[in-house]
């Protein structure tokens, strides 16, 4: 330990003895020695007395300052590392790239980490991770009391010290603009980059969710299942503008007065999408999707209402999640009037579930029927759900779209015009059936002939009239009547 002659200041970068990570020690022993092995001295560029410091009162007052140096990063150190980043982030700082927890989880893995301590006390950390010859600084937090003194500076000194000897060849670092350590990182000779930009996708499932949603049989759906959805403008309109993002953008929606919503039903004929949005949507937001199948609670050693009400628990611990229930008159269709029916336990817990549903932060639970005017009136009363949306047949624009996207590259060479004009009461689900069997009855024909003709408008009209459509007069009459009745928008 060295001290300054000027500023009375010691610094001290101690050996790496307890806490150093196994790979980092098994590393650091194979590389060229460095100050941190050496136990020699150091001034950090930000401290040097004659840099810095050249008014001798400066110089009295840091000399009256306690002392601090810096050291690896040991397991002990957790609890006040962790405080010493909560100090250091202004409340209106952009949330860091790389969470606290994987900080952490890296400094305890080994990772290169390096912590500035004033006697018992960690004053500052610094904390990197490195792959091969590249490196990212992942966190520089200063304690509120030690901002501005060099401390910043000597810690990227030190963890850069390690990561070269590490092998690092590029070191980057990705903070918060104005974060604690970008003042460091500019005074210690790191460019800015401005020309870049951060782009990530956030799967909302923590480690821990990941057990439980596997048990709830829950799952990530992709990001590209919403502009799978062909067609269906108007659907498409209503359902982003009303459910996606409000619960993307919280901060905005809250500033112009929209509650984002929390439980919502979509309605109509079976397959028009409704299941599709459902995934879609979970798909947009990043959160987990859960599906509850009616079935399945009944299927438990527990009475159904007992089935519903555990797994609504079991869907509080998760972070974030859509809940999907089909087919939900299942569960709650219109009670008989008779007490003892058993279908009403489990209507009645439902409806004592969601108003403790609502009350969470990142949830939505999404309910379908094919048969809204079959739902229980108590149900779909305002203040369970805030919206009703019925999913329609496509119309032609809408049915061109999905026949577009159903027949892929064979597009170009088809007539879809006459294909859209034939499958005037087809729904989504139909199309895309009848295209699976156009395309299979040529790709027979190739088997049996080997002519290498592609899929041809005939084929696709041969299925088309192979299909019956799901839709009837009766359906799309009374879906106009629910259209009329039950919409809530
Ligand atoms: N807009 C669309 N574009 C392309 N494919 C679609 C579209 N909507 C639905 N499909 C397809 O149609 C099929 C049926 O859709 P889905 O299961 O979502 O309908 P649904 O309304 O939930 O039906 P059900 O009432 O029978 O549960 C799925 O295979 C889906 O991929
Ligand atoms: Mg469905």
Redesign the pocket.
């Known amino acids: 330990m060295t001290e300054d002659p000027i500023s009375g200041m010691v610094v001290a970068i101690t050996g790496a003895s307890s806490g150093i990570g196994e790979a980092t020690a098994r590393l650091l022993a194979s590389a060229p020695r460095s100050r941190a092995d050496t136990g020699r001295l150091a001034v950090p560029p930000g401290n040097h007395p004659k840099g810095r410091y050249p008014d001798p009162d400066m110089a009295l007052q840091l000399s009256r300052m306690p002392l601090w140096r810096l050291r690896d990063f040991h397991d002990d150190d957790l609890d006040q590392a962790i405080s010493v980043w909560d100090q250091s982030r202004e409340p209106t700082e952009a949330t860091p790239a790389f969470r606290v927890s994987e900080v952490v989880s890296a400094a305890r893995s080994g990772q290169p980490a390096v912590v500035a301590v004033v006697g018992d006390q960690l004053v500052g950390i610094a904390v990197a991770q490195i792959n091969g010859d590249r490196a990212w600084i992942t966190m520089v937090a200063l304690s509120n009391r030690w901002r501005n003194r060099g401390i910043g500076s000597a810690l990227l000194a030190e963890l850069e010290l390690r990561l070269r000897a590490l092998g690092a060849r590029r070191i980057s670092a990705l903070l918060p603009a104005s974060a604690t350590g970008t003042a460091a990182l500019r005074n210690t000779g790191y460019t800015e980059r401005t020309d870049l930009s951060f782009f990530e996708s956030v799967d909302h499932i923590g480690p821990s969710d990941a057990g439980l949603l596997h048990a709830l049989g829950g799952r990530i759906m992709g990001r590209g299942l919403w502009d799978?959805?062909?067609?269906?403008e108007t659907e498409k309109r209503m359902i982003e503008r009303r459910i996606v993002l409000p619960l993307a953008r919280p901060e905005v929606a809250a500033r112009y007065g929209v509650s984002p919503p929390k439980a919502v039903i979509l309605f109509?004929p079976?397959?028009?999408?409704?299941?599709?949005?459902a995934k879609a949507v979970a798909g947009r937001l990043g959160w987990p999707f859960v599906e509850l199948f009616p079935s399945r609670l009944a299927a438990t050693d527990v009475t159904m209402p007992t089935a519903l009400r555990e797994m609504f628990g079991s869907l509080t611990e998760l972070e974030a999640a859509v809940v999907f229930i089909?087919e939900v008159e299942e569960i709650a269709g219109a009670r008989s009037g008779i007490p003892s029916d058993p279908a009403h336990g489990v209507t009645n817990e439902l409806l004592k579930l969601i108003p403790a549903f609502r009350t969470q932060q990142e949830r939505l639970l999404i309910c379908?029927t094919?048969s809204v005017r079959s739902l229980d009136s108590a149900f779909l009363r305002p203040g369970r759900f805030d919206y009703i949306i019925p999913?329609g047949p496509p119309d032609a624009l809408a049915r061109k779209a999905?026949w577009t996207?159903y027949l892929g590259p064979t597009a170009g060479s088809v007539e879809v015009d006459k294909l859209v004009e034939a499958t005037d009461m087809f729904t989504?689900?139909d199309i895309?059936f009848a295209a699976r069997k156009g395309a299979q009855c040529a790709f027979e024909r190739e088997i049996e002939s080997g002519d290498g003709d592609p899929a041809r408008t005939d084929d696709y009209l041969a299925a088309i009239s192979e299909t019956r459509p799901t839709l009837t007069d009766g359906m799309l009459t009374e879906f106009d009547e629910d259209i009329e009745t039950r919409t809530r928008l």
């Open positions: 799978a959805m062909a067609g269906m109509g079976p397959g028009t999408g409704k299941t599709s949005f089909d379908a094919n999913v999905i996207r989504p689900a895309e």
